[in-house]
Structure formats: structure tokens, C-alpha cells
């Protein structure tokens, strides 16, 4: 099994793995924003997963000569250590549930505040469950000052997104005079929940989206937005 043994190379997995941690809302939040409804992207996500984590385990996993110390993992299966195994797939679980529901904020509350609360959340719990597991080993003096500056991000990240909505709420107000002939129907019918009237009503998913000319940030922007999102909230 291949083992990361120098400092260099954990740094180097630990900043690719800071890479990936702030792409993947990034995309999930584009999806929603494309049409794609939260459920079905985590379908994508889980079954990518599964697959990502079968292709690691047999090949960086059976890399090199299996010892007592580092068994490769077809020597591990058939390890008899259920306790282990069923708590592993409870933090499955949990993560998976975190997970899908973590989509569902970032369309109700933004990817700003959604990413940095949970964020903040999972370095919190799990910075304080690790240092009471490892029998305090590490100086508290230093960790948990560090785990402060994660909870101010958290009010700093509430506040951004009030200024934002009470910007997208400002702007919305001049919708009217903002859009062309007719824009009121339309705003109207979104405003309703419903679909574009002008467009066939098919499934949110497949149905052809006409592209947005409005400028981004103004208020026909957001009304387009929210027209091809899969959850429809801005407007109601």
C-alpha cells in the first residue's frame, strides 16, 4: 500500500485536497443554478465517489509489498473488525446526509454563508473531538484560538450574505423599468413559481434555456437566474 512518509508530500496532498474542498460547492451551486435539481446531482456525486474510491483502493492501495504495518487492502477485507466497519459506514451516512442537505442551502442561502458555516462547523466539532481523543496532546493554547478565528468567519459570512440579499432586493424593485415591454408577465409568472410562459413546459432538467442578455448583477439578471434555477426562492 502506497504511504505518504515525508512532510513534503503530505503538504503537497493537503493543499491538492484544499483545491478540490473549494471547487466541488462551487460546481454542486452551478448545477442547481443550471437547472439541475440537488437530488439528482447527488446521485452524481455519491456515484462518483464509489467509483473514485474502488480505483484508489486497487491501485494505490495494492502498490508495494504488504507488511504487518501498511497490509495492502485486499489483505485488509477480510479483516474481522465489525465494530470499525459499521462505524465507518455511520460516518457514510452522515456525511452523505450533510451532504445532500448542504446543496439544498447552498440555494437557499448562498454559497458564501453555506460554505463557511459548515466549514467552520465540521473544523470546530472535529478540532475538538480530535484533541480530547488524542489525550490532549496538543497545546490548546495554540489550537483553539485558531478554532475562534473559524467561528468570526462565521458571523462575517452572515453578514455578507444580508448585504447581498438586501442588495438582490433593492435592485428587484426596478425590475419594471429595468426590462423590456412585457416584463411584467414575466416577472409575475416567475414571481408565481411558474415557468417562462413563452417556453414549453417540460421537465426543468431537459427543457432548452434561452440565454441571458441581462447584464450580471443587475435585476433582470436575477430574475433570468432564477428562471433556470432548480429551486425557485429569490422572487416569492
Not at 30 to 37: A, I, K, P, S
Not at 107 to 117: D, H, K, N, R
Not at 142 to 170: E, Q
Amino acid at each position: 500500500m502506497y504511504v505518504v512518509e515525508s512532510k513534503a508530500g503530505a503538504i503537497g496532498c493537503m493543499i491538492l485536497s484544499l483545491c478540490c474542498l473549494g471547487s466541488w460547492p462551487a460546481i454542486l451551486t452551478l448545477l442547481e443554478r443550471r437547472g439541475r435539481l440537488p437530488q439528482h446531482t447527488f446521485l452524481d456525486f455519491t456515484t462518483a465517489n464509489l467509483l473514485a474510491a474502488i480505483v484508489i483502493a486497487f491501485s494505490l492501495g495494492e502498490i508495494g509489498k504488504s507488511t504487518f504495518r501498511t497490509p495492502d487492502f485486499t489483505t485488509q477485507l477480510p479483516q474481522d473488525n465489525w465494530p470499525s466497519v459499521l462505524l465507518a459506514v455511520a460516518g457514510g451516512v452522515l456525511l452523505s446526509v450533510g451532504n445532500l442537505a448542504t446543496q439544498y442551502a447552498f440555494a437557499f442561502v448562498g454559497l458564501s454563508v453555506t460554505e463557511v458555516i459548515t466549514a467552520s462547523i465540521t473544523v470546530v466539532i472535529g478540532t475538538t473531538l480530535n484533541y480530547f481523543l488524542d489525550d490532549k496532546i496538543n497545546k490548546a493554547e495554540i489550537l483553539f484560538p485558531g478554532v475562534g478565528c473559524f467561528l468570526i468567519a462565521v458571523f462575517l459570512g452572515a453578514a455578507v450574505h444580508a448585504s447581498n440579499a438586501a442588495d438582490v432586493k433593492a435592485k428587484l424593485k426596478s425590475l419594471p423599468s429595468e426590462y423590456k415591454d412585457g416584463t411584467e408577465d414575466f416577472y409575475s409568472s416567475i414571481k408565481n413559481g411558474e415557468d417562462n410562459p413563452e417556453k414549453e413546459k417540460t421537465d426543468v432538467e431537459s427543457q432548452e434555456k434561452q440565454a441571458g442578455k441581462a447584464k450580471a448583477g443587475t435585476a433582470g439578471f436575477f430574475v433570468e437566474l432564477e428562471n433556470n434555477r432548480a429551486i425557485k426562492f429569490l422572487l416569492h
